[in-house]
């Protein structure tokens, strides 16, 4: 019943951008907060940013590697979330996912993942 969908993820050169996309479906999309994480090969899953009622939470500890690059936005509704990310480097290629929390202090396991859509970045 709970589903999402992470899409527009492929591959891209060093310095470019992609705007990835979380469709959301079978719960009240505004009582839930949204992230986006990422898990690159043989590393583990990281948080990246969190929306909930169209106010954005970086999650810890948010690596100088990604300030200024990303931003989340979200359509309520539509029940889409957005992360564009612009000045890509070789080390953000991972696989994307995006998940409904609680809220955007945590994430865990419990939550309801999507599946991940696969950014590669070239130098």
């Known amino acids: 019943e709970v589903q999402l969908q992470a899409s527009g993820g492929g591959l891209a050169q060093a310095g470019g951008s992609l705007r990835l996309r979380c469709s959301a479906s079978?719960?009240?999309?505004?009582?839930?907060?949204i992230g986006w994480f990422r898990q690159a090969p043989g590393k583990e899953r990281e948080g990246i940013l969190c929306?909930?009622?169209?106010?954005?939470?970086?999650?810890?500890p948010y690596p100088d590697s990604m300030k200024g690059r990303f931003t989340i936005s979200s359509d309520n509704a539509k029940a889409m979330v957005y992360l564009q990310m612009n000045g890509l480097k070789p080390e953000d290629t991972a696989v994307y996912y995006c998940?409904?929390?609680?809220?955007?202090?945590?994430?865990?396991?419990?939550?309801?993942w999507g599946q991940g859509t696969e950014v590669t970045v070239s130098s």
């Open positions: 079978g719960f009240i999309f505004d009582e839930y907060a």
């Open positions: 998940a409904a929390t609680p809220d955007c202090s945590s994430w865990s396991s419990d939550d309801y």
């Open positions: 929306i909930k009622n169209g106010e954005s939470f970086p999650y810890y």
